[in-house]
Structures are given as C-alpha cells and as structure tokens.
C-alpha cells in the first residue's frame, strides 16, 4: 500500500500558494508605482513578478491532473491582491489633493496648517447658496491622517474630497523622514512640469 504523496498534494500547492502571493504583490505595487509616475522601480518588479509567474506556471502544468494546485494558484492571487494593497498602503507613495469648502470662517485651521507646515490656498467663490471659500492643501500620503485630524479637530462639519495626483513642483511640505530619503537617493521620481 503507497503512503499519501506528500509532495504533491500538500508542498507543492504550498509553494505555488506563497510563489502567487509574491508574483501578485509584485504585481500589484508595480502597477501602482505606474500610476503614480514613479517608474524607476516598476522594471525590476516587472522582471521579479515574471520570474516567479513562469517557475510557478511550470510546476502547475506538470501536475494538470492536481486540483490542489488549482485551488493553490487561485488562492495565492486573491491572497496576493490583498496583500500587495496592504503594503502599498504602508509605503504611501504619492501626493494627494485635499479640496475643502466652507461658507464659514476657517482661520482657526489655516493657522493649524500653517503651523503644521502644510501649505494652504484659499480661494473664494460662488457655491449653489451663495460665497463660499475653497481651501487646497497637497499633502504627502504619508501625512494624509495627520491632515485629515487637523481638519477634523477644527472645522468638523467642513465637506471635503481627496484624490490622488500624479506629481507636483515646488510647493510647502513637512519634511521627509530619513528611511524615505535613503529611498529617493536611490530611486528618484520623476517631477511633473
């Protein structure tokens, strides 16, 4: 009587479940780099992701009769969506855009951001009920929860949308910390003109 086949049944599904998670987090975060402009690094994840895409496609289509490899590479690529997304979520590469409109005074928050080093532009204009003010801020991902408290603590009931931007030049920012420096010396982005 033959013994269960370990190998193929549990190690290998094993490996092309984790193999997934990286090729698709790779993949992920690649094409978010694309979509924020910063291209230097989208190469060497590309070249990673195929690598792994191929070994592991490999070894599926060796076992076409295994349906734990299935379920294997099926799983590791939702797996490896979320996980992709978790980490782009940490690293928060980009800029965003923080639209604010109010028909009160806001001073007390423009000094915050001030006070905070973020810079602010006030514009007035017409809204459906009458003068309205319009406040920008391009604020770093990164320093998105540290702005958004600040709003939250001075002007609660204010509306405001947020939306990603692709780059900016020149402009008022908190100052970067060190681990990120380390990482724009080695890969700089790409300003937009």
Excluded at 135 to 140: D, Q, R
Aim: aromatic share 10%; glycine share 8%.
């Amino acid at each position: 009587m033959n013994g269960f086949d370990y190998y193929n049944w549990l190690i290998l599904p094993l490996i092309i479940f984790f193999s997934r998670i990286c090729d698709v987090t790779l993949g992920t975060l690649r094409h978010v780099l694309m979509a924020r402009g910063n291209t230097r690094l989208v190469p060497v994840l590309g070249f990673f992701e195929v690598l792994i895409w191929i070994v592991v496609v490999s070894q599926v289509m060796k076992q076409l009769n295994n349906v734990a490899c299935y379920i294997a590479w099926a799983g590791g690529f939702a797996t490896g969506s979320y996980v992709g997304l978790l980490i782009e979520e940490k690293l928060a590469f980009g800029m965003q855009l923080i639209r604010m409109i109010t028909n009160r005074d806001c001073t007390a928050l423009l000094n915050a951001m001030q006070k905070a080093n973020h810079g602010t532009t006030l514009l007035n204009a017409q809204g459906a009920k009458g003068p309205v003010q319009i406040i920008l801020i391009v604020v770093k991902r990164k320093n998105l929860e540290e702005v958004t408290a600040l709003i939250e603590k001075h002007e609660p009931d204010i509306f405001y949308s947020i939306e990603d931007i692709r780059g900016v030049s020149k402009g008022v920012f908190t100052k970067t910390n060190a681990e990120m420096s380390v990482l724009r010396k080695m890969f700089p982005t790409r300003k937009a003109k």
